[in-house]
Antibody
């Protein structure tokens, strides 16, 4: 069974940092690109960042470029998101998602972890 | 960036109704269009990928169509568990972008 489990969310002050993790199981992790998608309270879905299976290619939304860093450890089947210089508008539930299939859809999602940026 | 729009933004329907949601991309995305269902407090769930392919385990009352810029999600006979918010998403290029969502609630 494919499982994705996020951790690392919490309350952080503006300007602070946080590192999210997404532990996976049930599939060959290194074969698949992975993404982070977030959802601000009461709002829609926003793609944040993606990384290729090897980790050699990374992509970011303009809203987080230069502040967030996506990475992965294929030996631990784990995806990460290092978030620096956090802003109030980064407050959201952060989901990790596996890409798959012929259209690279997000075919599996974690349960999400809440990040709250507030003083 | 490719902009995704959806209509309507919300709709009220009854069990048994046929429901249609449309999604439009700001440029051609071929068939790189996916549909998700999200219930309150839960992660999104993939329903349809590549515009018209049903994800494994998803009931056959869900169907998708379209290519290029215009796409449709249809629920042939709405069931109680289908009241939720539906999002389209393009995977043609990066940044991946989602539509704003369509909330389906009880009439």
């Amino acid at each position: 069974e494919v499982q994705l489990l996020e951790s690392g969310g919490g309350l952080v002050q503006p300007g602070g940092s946080l590192r999210l993790s997404c532990a996976t199981s049930g599939f060959t992790f290194s074969t698949y690109a992975m993404s982070w998608v977030r959802q601000a309270p009461g709002k829609g879905l926003e793609w944040v960042s993606a990384i290729s299976g090897s980790g050699g290619s990374t992509f970011y939304a303009d809203s987080v470029k230069g502040r967030f860093t996506i990475s992965r450890d294929n030996s631990k089947n784990t995806l990460y998101l290092q978030m620096n210089s956090l802003r109030a508008e980064d407050t959201a539930v952060y989901y990790c998602a596996k890409e798959g299939g012929p259209s690279d859809a997000f075919d599996m999602w974690g349960q999400g972890t809440l990040v709250t940026v507030s003083s | 960036d490719i902009q995704m729009t959806q209509s309507p933004s919300s709709l009220s329907a009854s069990v048994g109704d046929r429901v249609t949601i449309t999604c439009r991309a700001s440029q051609s995305i071929n068939s790189y269009l996916n549909w998700y269902q999200q219930k309150p407090g839960k992660a999104p769930k993939l329903l349809i990928y590549a515009a018209s392919s049903l994800q494994s385990g998803v009931p056959s009352r869900f169907s998708g169509s379209g290519s290029g810029t215009d796409f449709t999600l249809t629920i042939s006979s709405l069931q109680p568990e289908d009241f939720a918010t539906y999002y389209c998403q393009q995977s043609y290029n990066t940044p991946r972008t989602f539509g704003p969502g369509t909330k389906v609630d009880v009439k």
